[in-house]
């Protein structure tokens, strides 16, 4: 198992053959008491994972929103769009399978993002980014991210994996952001940084 801090730079996934990214949050009523507040928490929150395809640093495909099996064979494959963060465990995940991405793939680029108007981070709780080695039949944990509660960001880059000749290696960002909501245009922009 590699463990993975921002801190160390990029980590060789030599070994590892198919990686997942999960995000999860629960729902939050914000400051709202009463009726108001367990409506808001029953409606939850929408984050969305996306995991941005690049070919030469420019994005060519993605997987999230409405986009769940990009490429068409399933080498990077999106779980669907949960809108409460309501659900047990990872709310979205990308599951990527390294020998099976097209070569003129060189890198990827997990995000998550207050993507959807009226959506954000501020409305969610217990934000979590995990990255996972799914190679064997058990998933073991290679990076668990909390992002910071402070701050009006709605977009965080969370990593990066990238073809280092025939080797893939990740890298952790943690880079947040803000993105105008609603625009695939500026998400893909942030992608790539």
């Given at each position: 198992?590699?463990?993975?801090?921002?801190?160390?730079?990029?980590?060789?996934?030599?070994?590892?053959?198919?990686?997942?990214?999960?995000?999860?949050?629960?729902?939050?009523?914000?400051t709202?008491g009463?009726?108001?507040?367990?409506?808001?928490?029953?409606?939850?929150?929408?984050?969305?994972?996306?995991?941005?395809?690049?070919q030469?640093?420019e994005?060519?495909?993605?997987?999230g929103?409405?986009?769940?099996?990009p490429?068409?064979?399933?080498?990077?494959?999106?779980?669907?769009?949960e809108?409460?963060?309501?659900a047990?465990?990872?709310?979205?995940?990308?599951?990527?399978?390294?020998?099976?991405?097209?070569?003129?793939?060189?890198?990827?680029?997990?995000?998550?993002?207050?993507?959807?108007?009226?959506?954000?981070?501020?409305?969610?709780?217990?934000?979590?980014?995990?990255?996972?080695?799914?190679?064997?039949?058990?998933t073991?944990?290679?990076?668990?991210?909390?992002?910071?509660?402070?701050?009006?960001?709605?977009?965080?880059?969370?990593?990066?994996?990238?073809?280092?000749?025939?080797?893939?290696?990740?890298?952790?960002?943690?880079?947040?952001?803000?993105i105008k909501?609603?625009?695939?245009?500026?998400?893909?922009?942030?992608?790539?940084?």
């Amino acid at each position: 198992m590699i463990t993975l801090r921002k801190e160390d730079g990029a980590a060789d996934l030599a070994g590892i053959t198919k990686m997942s990214v999960g995000v999860s949050w629960d729902p939050s009523a914000g400051t709202s008491g009463g009726l108001l507040g367990m409506a808001r928490r029953k409606r939850g929150v929408d984050l969305d994972l996306i995991a941005v395809l690049l070919q030469g640093g420019e994005p060519v495909r993605f997987a999230g929103l409405d986009s769940l099996d990009p490429i068409g064979n399933g080498s990077v494959l999106h779980s669907g769009d949960e809108q409460t963060g309501a659900a047990a465990g990872d709310d979205e995940t990308v599951h990527v399978t390294f020998a099976d991405v097209p070569t003129p793939i060189d890198a990827i680029v997990f995000v998550a993002a207050a993507f959807k108007k009226g959506a954000s981070f501020e409305k969610a709780n217990n934000v979590s980014f995990k990255i996972y080695d799914a190679t064997g039949a058990d998933t073991q944990p290679v990076a668990d991210i909390w992002p910071s509660l402070l701050g009006a960001e709605n977009a965080n880059a969370i990593a990066r994996a990238f073809r280092n000749g025939p080797v893939w290696q990740l890298e952790v960002l943690d880079r947040k952001g803000k993105i105008k909501q609603g625009d695939r245009q500026a998400l893909l922009r942030f992608a790539i940084g």
